[in-house]
Structure formats: C-alpha cells, structure tokens
C-alpha cells in the first residue's frame, strides 16, 4: 500500500463521513488538518522497509503439499472466522447498549446528565469524552490481539499467506503508533457535536420563550439524546474502522482456501 492508497481508504472510511455530517471535521477541504493526517500515516521512510518486506520471494508448495494442508486451513479459517464474530458483536452490543438510555447495564456507563443550571459546557461534556476513550480502550484491547492471532494462524497457514502476515506485522508497526494518536482526537473533535448541539437547544428555548428543563435532555428529540445518538454512530464506525486490516486478513485467508481445494 502507497501513500495515496492510504489516502484513499481513510478518507472513504465511514468514520470520516460521519465525522464530516456531524461537522467535525471537512473532509472535502485539503486544507483541514485532522482529515488530511488520516491519509497520511505512510512517508518515504515507512515505504522503504513495506518494500523490502514485499520484495523477498515466496517459495512454492508442492500441489500434494497444497491439497494436504487444505482441510486444516478450512478448521482453522472457520476457528478465526468464529472468534472475530464473537469479538465483533461484543463491540458492537457494548457499544449500542450503553449508548442508550435505560438499556440493559454494561461495564462502561453513559454519563449521568449535569442537571445543574446554567450549564458549564466544558465540565458538562467531560464525563462523555471519558465515556467515549473507554470504548476506545475496549477495541484496542480486544481487536489487537484478534489481529495478531490471525496473524499466527495465516503464518501457520502456507508461505505464501506466511508473508501476508510479515507485511500486516510490519504495515501495523509502522501505523499504530499515528493510528493510536489520530483516533484519539476523535473525542476531542466530539465536544463541538456537543456543544453546538446544546446551543442549538438554548437557542430553540429562547425562542419559545421557556424555561430549560434538564430533565428533558434524554427524552426522545431532546438534544442530549441526539447527542449520544451520534456518539454511538461515531464508535461504530471506528469498530468498522479498526476491524478493517483483520477483515482483510480473513478474506485472503479464505480466498487462499478457497483456492487449494
């Protein structure tokens, strides 16, 4: 992968769409900062070894040898297939439940609204931002290790799915570290969701001419609960986001049984 094919996959990622519809990001403008270091996790340096790691030549198996090692890579393509389902829909229910009001209880909490008047935005929005780097922490901890472990499983596999795990390994080693510090400013950018969406709520009161009433914030079409709405939207698209390169390890692995069969 290039440095424009990165650009590409980032900038067409739902997560930057979704960060674009809720206004916390441009991802048309070339000039936004946030959206134009998304596409840009690989420079000169980082191609260099990607292309040494691509260019060391992969030995061919023997057909007898290929046909023999079919139906155990079929268990174990199943076994991954298994396991990322399993870790994907913990994610993904993690993340819907406690997103919502009155849901069934998750070991990460949505935030009790301030019910204090006048509301201090930035102490107020707080709790949400914590909310939200703990679902972070979630997919970090459970999405890395799943990739590793495709990762023994490809290597295992064949040599040739053996150097598609090498490249992975290195492709990760290369973007995590700016992966990690890029994702980490969602949460940030997320405050200004917050914020104009509480202006908006101020503004819609002044112009009715009634009283705030916190207690209100979290029923259906209150502006707290849209809020959360769209913080759900956000996390899942990340999940999608950091799924990603396991997903694609998956499909090769599979492609690859498919073939030997």
Known sequence: MNA????SRFH??????????????DAVDPG?????????????ADAITLSAVHGEGIASSPTAQ???QSAAQSVVNAAIGVEFDRIQASLVNSIIKSCTPNSSKT????????HELPVNIGTAYAPYRRF?????RDMELSIQPLRVNVRHALAKASPRLRKLADLD????KILREREGKLLGKVPVLLKKRFELLFKEHQQKLAAMQQADNPAAWMKAGGWLARFCKDMQMLLLAE???????????IEAFSDATKQDT
Not at 12 to 25: E, F, N, P, T, Y
Not at 33 to 42: C, R, T
């Open 4 to 7: 424009t094919a990165a650009a």
């Open 12 to 25: 067409s990622s739902q997560l930057i769409r979704c960060l674009a519809d809720l206004g916390m990001v």
């Open 32 to 44: 936004n900062a946030f959206a134009e270091q998304l596409g840009q996790w690989i420079h000169f």
């Open 66 to 68: 290929l046909k023999a």
């Open 107 to 114: 070991h990460i909490t949505l935030p009790t609204p301030e």
């Open 132 to 136: 939200y780097e703990a679902h972070q």
């Open 169 to 172: 390994a290195a492709m990760e």
């Open 239 to 249: 999940v999608n986001l950091r799924l990603q390169p396991t997903i694609g390890l």
